[in-house]
T-cell receptor, first 116, second 114 residues
Framework: GAGVSQTPSNKVTEKGKYVELRCDPI?????LYWYRQSLGQGPEFLIY????????DSGLPNDRFFAVRPEGSVSTLKIQRTERGDSAVYLC??????????????FGPGTRLTVL | AQSVTQLGSHVSVSEGALVLLRCNYS??????LFWYVQYPNQGLQLLLK??????LVKGINGFEAEFKKSETSFHLTKPSAHMSDAAEYFC????????????FGAGTILRVKS
Protein backbone atom coordinates (compact mmCIF):
# COMPACT_ATOMS: atom_id res chain seq x y z
CA GLY A 1 0.00 0.00 0.00
CA ALA A 2 0.95 3.63 -0.23
CA GLY A 3 3.30 4.96 2.38
CA VAL A 4 3.65 8.44 3.84
CA SER A 5 4.17 11.04 1.16
CA GLN A 6 5.51 14.57 1.48
CA THR A 7 5.50 17.48 -0.92
CA PRO A 8 7.50 19.19 -2.14
CA SER A 9 10.60 17.03 -1.94
CA ASN A 10 12.76 20.14 -2.10
CA LYS A 11 11.95 23.74 -1.32
CA VAL A 12 14.30 26.68 -1.74
CA THR A 13 13.15 30.00 -0.40
CA GLU A 14 14.53 33.36 0.61
CA LYS A 15 14.94 34.60 4.14
CA GLY A 16 11.74 36.19 5.38
CA LYS A 17 9.39 34.25 3.09
CA TYR A 18 6.50 31.99 4.11
CA VAL A 19 6.51 28.26 3.29
CA GLU A 20 4.09 25.38 3.58
CA LEU A 21 5.12 21.74 3.72
CA ARG A 22 2.53 19.03 3.13
CA CYS A 23 2.24 15.52 4.54
CA ASP A 24 -0.11 12.74 3.39
CA PRO A 25 -0.11 10.00 6.03
CA ILE A 26 -0.93 6.34 5.52
CA UNK A 27 -4.68 6.01 5.04
CA UNK A 28 -6.48 5.31 8.29
CA UNK A 29 -3.61 6.30 10.56
CA UNK A 30 -4.84 8.36 13.47
CA UNK A 31 -1.53 9.74 14.72
CA LEU A 32 0.70 12.09 12.73
CA TYR A 33 4.08 13.52 13.68
CA TRP A 34 6.45 16.16 12.37
CA TYR A 35 10.19 15.99 13.00
CA ARG A 36 13.09 18.14 11.82
CA GLN A 37 16.48 16.71 10.90
CA SER A 38 19.44 19.04 10.67
CA LEU A 39 22.66 18.02 8.97
CA GLY A 40 24.58 15.44 10.98
CA GLN A 41 21.87 15.04 13.59
CA GLY A 42 19.01 12.71 14.33
CA PRO A 43 15.41 13.78 13.82
CA GLU A 44 14.00 16.12 16.47
CA PHE A 45 10.33 16.11 17.43
CA LEU A 46 8.22 19.11 16.49
CA ILE A 47 4.52 18.28 16.90
CA TYR A 48 2.12 15.34 17.27
CA UNK A 49 -1.51 15.14 16.15
CA UNK A 50 -4.20 12.78 17.43
CA UNK A 51 -6.85 13.08 14.76
CA UNK A 52 -7.42 16.76 14.05
CA UNK A 53 -5.98 18.17 17.26
CA UNK A 54 -2.38 18.86 18.21
CA UNK A 55 -1.81 16.67 21.27
CA UNK A 56 1.76 17.83 21.82
CA ASP A 57 3.40 20.85 20.17
CA SER A 58 6.23 21.18 22.66
CA GLY A 59 8.88 20.74 19.97
CA LEU A 60 7.92 23.73 17.85
CA PRO A 61 10.90 26.08 18.18
CA ASN A 62 8.96 29.36 18.22
CA ASP A 63 5.73 30.99 17.10
CA ARG A 64 6.87 31.20 13.49
CA PHE A 65 6.08 27.50 13.21
CA PHE A 66 2.51 26.24 13.02
CA ALA A 67 0.90 23.01 11.85
CA VAL A 68 -2.66 21.99 11.06
CA ARG A 69 -4.55 18.80 10.28
CA PRO A 70 -8.10 20.04 9.68
CA GLU A 71 -9.74 16.80 8.56
CA GLY A 72 -7.60 14.34 10.47
CA SER A 73 -5.68 13.20 7.44
CA VAL A 74 -3.40 15.56 5.48
CA SER A 75 -1.25 17.89 7.55
CA THR A 76 0.51 21.12 6.65
CA LEU A 77 3.51 22.56 8.46
CA LYS A 78 3.67 26.32 8.05
CA ILE A 79 6.75 28.45 8.65
CA GLN A 80 6.49 32.23 8.66
CA ARG A 81 9.36 34.69 8.17
CA THR A 82 11.82 31.92 7.40
CA GLU A 83 15.36 32.19 8.71
CA ARG A 84 18.54 30.53 7.47
CA GLY A 85 18.56 28.40 10.62
CA ASP A 86 15.29 26.80 9.52
CA SER A 87 17.14 24.97 6.75
CA ALA A 88 16.77 21.25 7.41
CA VAL A 89 14.92 18.15 6.27
CA TYR A 90 11.37 18.12 7.63
CA LEU A 91 10.08 14.61 8.21
CA CYS A 92 6.52 13.47 8.64
CA UNK A 93 5.49 10.16 10.19
CA UNK A 94 2.21 8.44 10.92
CA UNK A 95 1.13 5.56 13.14
CA UNK A 96 -2.05 3.58 13.39
CA UNK A 97 -3.31 4.48 16.84
CA UNK A 98 -3.33 7.57 18.97
CA UNK A 99 -1.54 6.92 22.23
CA UNK A 100 0.18 3.73 21.08
CA UNK A 101 3.69 4.07 22.46
CA UNK A 102 4.86 0.83 20.89
CA UNK A 103 3.26 1.51 17.51
CA UNK A 104 5.63 1.83 14.61
CA UNK A 105 5.95 5.33 13.22
CA UNK A 106 6.17 5.18 9.41
CA PHE A 107 8.22 7.99 7.94
CA GLY A 108 7.93 9.85 4.68
CA PRO A 109 10.94 10.75 2.52
CA GLY A 110 11.06 14.28 3.89
CA THR A 111 11.07 17.79 2.49
CA ARG A 112 14.48 19.41 2.23
CA LEU A 113 14.06 23.13 3.02
CA THR A 114 16.82 25.54 2.11
CA VAL A 115 16.54 29.16 3.20
CA LEU A 116 18.91 31.45 1.33
CA ALA B 1 15.72 13.50 31.26
CA GLN B 2 15.43 11.18 28.33
CA SER B 3 18.20 10.95 25.78
CA VAL B 4 19.94 8.57 23.44
CA THR B 5 23.68 8.26 22.84
CA GLN B 6 25.06 6.47 19.84
CA LEU B 7 28.77 5.83 20.23
CA GLY B 8 30.63 6.35 16.98
CA SER B 9 29.27 8.62 14.30
CA HIS B 10 30.99 6.44 11.68
CA VAL B 11 31.62 2.68 11.75
CA SER B 12 33.49 0.81 9.05
CA VAL B 13 33.45 -2.99 8.66
CA SER B 14 34.52 -5.44 6.01
CA GLU B 15 31.95 -7.40 4.08
CA GLY B 16 31.16 -10.57 6.03
CA ALA B 17 32.33 -9.13 9.35
CA LEU B 18 30.25 -8.57 12.47
CA VAL B 19 28.30 -5.34 12.66
CA LEU B 20 27.94 -3.73 16.09
CA LEU B 21 26.28 -0.34 16.47
CA ARG B 22 26.02 0.97 20.01
CA CYS B 23 23.09 2.71 21.63
CA ASN B 24 22.68 3.80 25.23
CA TYR B 25 19.57 5.48 26.57
CA SER B 26 18.48 7.26 29.67
CA UNK B 27 14.93 7.10 30.96
CA UNK B 28 13.37 7.38 34.38
CA UNK B 29 10.56 5.01 33.42
CA UNK B 30 10.53 1.76 31.39
CA UNK B 31 11.51 2.60 27.83
CA UNK B 32 10.49 1.39 24.43
CA LEU B 33 13.38 1.32 21.99
CA PHE B 34 13.64 1.40 18.22
CA TRP B 35 16.28 1.11 15.52
CA TYR B 36 15.66 2.82 12.19
CA VAL B 37 17.76 2.74 9.03
CA GLN B 38 18.02 5.54 6.50
CA TYR B 39 19.34 4.87 3.02
CA PRO B 40 20.47 7.85 0.93
CA ASN B 41 17.56 9.98 -0.27
CA GLN B 42 15.03 7.70 1.42
CA GLY B 43 12.87 7.92 4.51
CA LEU B 44 13.54 6.22 7.82
CA GLN B 45 12.64 2.53 7.85
CA LEU B 46 12.05 0.53 11.02
CA LEU B 47 14.55 -2.29 11.57
CA LEU B 48 13.25 -3.54 14.91
CA LYS B 49 11.71 -2.45 18.19
CA UNK B 50 11.74 -3.44 21.85
CA UNK B 51 8.31 -3.36 23.47
CA UNK B 52 9.10 -5.27 26.69
CA UNK B 53 7.93 -8.65 25.36
CA UNK B 54 11.42 -10.12 24.90
CA UNK B 55 14.85 -8.66 25.55
CA LEU B 56 16.37 -10.09 22.36
CA VAL B 57 14.63 -8.61 19.38
CA LYS B 58 15.04 -9.81 15.82
CA GLY B 59 14.41 -7.46 12.95
CA ILE B 60 14.58 -7.29 9.19
CA ASN B 61 17.64 -7.98 7.05
CA GLY B 62 19.28 -10.20 9.69
CA PHE B 63 19.65 -7.49 12.34
CA GLU B 64 18.96 -8.04 16.03
CA ALA B 65 19.30 -6.05 19.23
CA GLU B 66 19.34 -6.91 22.92
CA PHE B 67 17.79 -4.76 25.61
CA LYS B 68 20.00 -4.70 28.72
CA LYS B 69 18.39 -2.73 31.50
CA SER B 70 21.41 -2.94 33.80
CA GLU B 71 23.58 -1.37 31.13
CA THR B 72 20.84 0.92 29.72
CA SER B 73 21.84 -0.32 26.30
CA PHE B 74 20.17 -1.49 23.11
CA HIS B 75 23.04 -2.33 20.76
CA LEU B 76 22.33 -3.40 17.18
CA THR B 77 24.17 -6.38 15.70
CA LYS B 78 24.36 -8.41 12.52
CA PRO B 79 26.63 -11.45 12.24
CA SER B 80 27.78 -10.84 8.68
CA ALA B 81 27.78 -7.46 6.95
CA HIS B 82 26.60 -7.09 3.39
CA MET B 83 27.38 -4.25 1.03
CA SER B 84 23.69 -3.34 0.99
CA ASP B 85 23.84 -2.62 4.74
CA ALA B 86 25.71 0.62 4.12
CA ALA B 87 23.40 3.33 5.44
CA GLU B 88 22.81 5.55 8.46
CA TYR B 89 21.30 3.95 11.54
CA PHE B 90 19.33 5.73 14.24
CA CYS B 91 18.43 4.51 17.71
CA UNK B 92 15.33 6.05 19.30
CA UNK B 93 13.52 5.84 22.62
CA UNK B 94 10.08 6.69 23.93
CA UNK B 95 8.21 6.11 27.18
CA UNK B 96 5.09 7.05 29.13
CA UNK B 97 6.89 10.04 30.58
CA UNK B 98 7.44 11.67 27.20
CA UNK B 99 4.33 10.67 25.36
CA UNK B 100 4.38 9.46 21.82
CA UNK B 101 7.37 11.35 20.53
CA UNK B 102 10.51 9.48 19.58
CA UNK B 103 13.81 10.83 20.89
CA PHE B 104 16.56 9.97 18.44
CA GLY B 105 20.28 9.59 18.74
CA ALA B 106 22.59 11.45 16.37
CA GLY B 107 22.97 8.44 14.10
CA THR B 108 25.80 6.13 13.02
CA ILE B 109 26.91 5.90 9.41
CA LEU B 110 27.86 2.33 8.54
CA ARG B 111 30.39 1.79 5.78
CA VAL B 112 30.93 -1.72 4.40
CA LYS B 113 34.22 -2.39 2.66
CA SER B 114 34.60 -5.04 -0.01
Amino acid sequence: GAGVSQTPSNKVTEKGKYVELRCDPISGHTALYWYRQSLGQGPEFLIYFQGTGAADDSGLPNDRFFAVRPEGSVSTLKIQRTERGDSAVYLCASSERAGGLTDTQYFGPGTRLTVL
Amino acid sequence: AQSVTQLGSHVSVSEGALVLLRCNYSSSVPPYLFWYVQYPNQGLQLLLKYTSAATLVKGINGFEAEFKKSETSFHLTKPSAHMSDAAEYFCAVTSMEYGNKLVFGAGTILRVKS
